[in-house]
């Protein structure tokens, strides 16, 4: 084990993170059900869902039973001039549970939003409008590290306020309150009506900002927006990567709205957690404009483009989830985390305490200190990573109730 964590910090470069680093990390051996087993023996429960992705947790039989069919048969071929089932299928899955009418198998969630923006783009250079190009969004958001990604980002409180002068000027909104606000949606409309002319489209995190800040807001704004873009002639993208597939209580967040964006992303829960995979989903309307345009192909093809083994995997995760009662489960966790964090709410450092779904958020006056409370929950059992002043849970759909139990005791240790 000594000799492993001598290597890594030699040689691997963690995320968000110097090198070489100055934090030691924790060595994992194997995991199973929401449990990860460290080199020194230690069991911890994952509170994070491997990055908000393992929502069946580890080693699921039916997942890991997907993986090893589709292996006997292929483990990747191109994507270009060639199709297989698996990726067929899912597509087909995906356009019947989201309503939109095309898909774009991509890498990464980052990535999903790079050809989001991309057929935005390509699709105005198509009508002739090319100088639509710019993008609104509202602060407190977080969208990936690419680049075009990066610029969607809350340009100041976010990661990449270092890349100002680098990344393209995007137009920000002020951060959506919690409650509709008549001002704010005012202040909206003034926004989008002022840019109409140069927007591409409007990005947002529906109904959750997630690395940006994990705040919640009214889903009637999705409605707003909705409107909006379609009376200025404005694109409007949803980023579901995070909240995709049950994690706020709905299968989707623009489900608590009801309303269908022109371009979709999805990704991190998509395979269940077990391989990388992401998709951009759009509507008839931008598909075939861009079809229309003097280069009628969307300009993009990564190389492991339609995976079949994640492809597999993302079906089988799918029809795991819908076989089951998830929104029960999802309510059961929600309750937990509920009860659970309620304390926290009387601790001296604490600013708020925030439940959606399968979502857990206590936030702090003061930025967290990042070894303490990571030690704090260690020594609790349980596997969390704080940022800024946010103590956070996403636990597996699979938690049991003394999982999640567990789960809020280590976040108030690392909270107090």
């Not at 919690?178 to 909206?188: F, K, P, R």
């Not at 591409?200 to 409107?227: C, D, K, N, S, T």
């Not at 980023?239 to 049950?246: L, Q, S, V």
Request: charged share 20%; aromatic share 6%.
């Amino acid at each position: 084990m000594d000799d492993l964590l001598k290597l890594d910090r030699a040689h691997v470069w963690h995320p968000y993170g110097p090198m070489p680093g100055t934090q030691e990390p924790l060595l994992v051996e194997s995991a199973q059900g929401v449990r990860l087993r460290l080199a020194d023996g230690r069991e911890l429960i994952d509170g994070m869902s491997s990055w908000w992705a393992a929502i069946h947790g580890y080693r699921h039989p039916v997942l890991d039973e997907a993986m090893r069919a589709q292996v006997g048969r292929m483990s990747h071929v191109m994507f270009g001039g060639l199709t297989h089932e698996p990726a067929i299928r899912l597509s087909a899955k995906l356009v019947e549970l989201t309503g939109m009418d095309h898909v774009f198998l991509c890498d990464s969630g980052s990535v999903s939003v790079e050809v989001a923006i991309k057929m935005c783009l390509q699709y105005w250079r198509s009508q002739g409008r090319p100088e639509k190009r710019r993008l609104l969004t509202w602060r407190g958001g977080y969208h990936g590290d690419t680049f075009h990604p990066m610029s969607v980002c809350d340009p100041d409180g976010g990661m990449h306020s270092l890349w100002r002068g680098v990344l393209p000027e995007q137009v920000f909104a002020d951060a959506p309150p919690s409650g509709m606000d008549t001002a704010y949606v005012q202040h909206l409309s003034d926004l989008i009506e002022q840019h109409a002319g140069e927007l591409a489209a409007v990005i947002v995190e529906p109904v959750v900002q997630g690395a940006g800040g994990m705040r919640f807001h009214a889903p009637r704004y999705l409605h707003v927006l909705r409107e909006l873009c379609l009376t200025h002639d404005v694109l409007l993208i949803f980023d579901e990567i995070a909240t995709g597939f049950g994690r706020t209580g709905e299968l989707f967040a623009m489900d608590h709205a009801g309303i269908r964006p022109d371009v979709m992303c999805l990704g991190k829960s998509l395979t269940g957690g077990y391989l990388t995979m992401a998709a951009a989903l759009c509507s008839s309307r931008v598909a075939e404009g861009i079809s229309r345009g003097e280069v009628p192909v969307l300009a993009h093809g990564p190389t492991f483009m339609g995976n079949p083994l994640a492809a597999a995997v993302s079906l089988a995760s799918i029809d795991l989830l819908l076989s089951q009662d998830w929104q029960c489960e999802v309510r059961r966790i929600e309750q937990g985390l509920h009860t659970g964090l309620a304390p926290a709410r009387s601790l001296p450092g604490v600013r708020d305490v925030r439940v959606l779904g399968a979502i857990g958020v206590v936030q702090l006056h003061e930025p967290v200190d990042m070894a303490r409370a990571t030690e704090a929950a260690v020594d609790a059992g349980v596997w969390l990573r704080p940022f800024r002043d946010l103590i956070y849970t996403m636990p597996p759909f699979i938690s049991t109730d003394d999982d999640v139990a567990a789960i809020c005791q280590a976040v108030i240790a690392a909270a107090n």
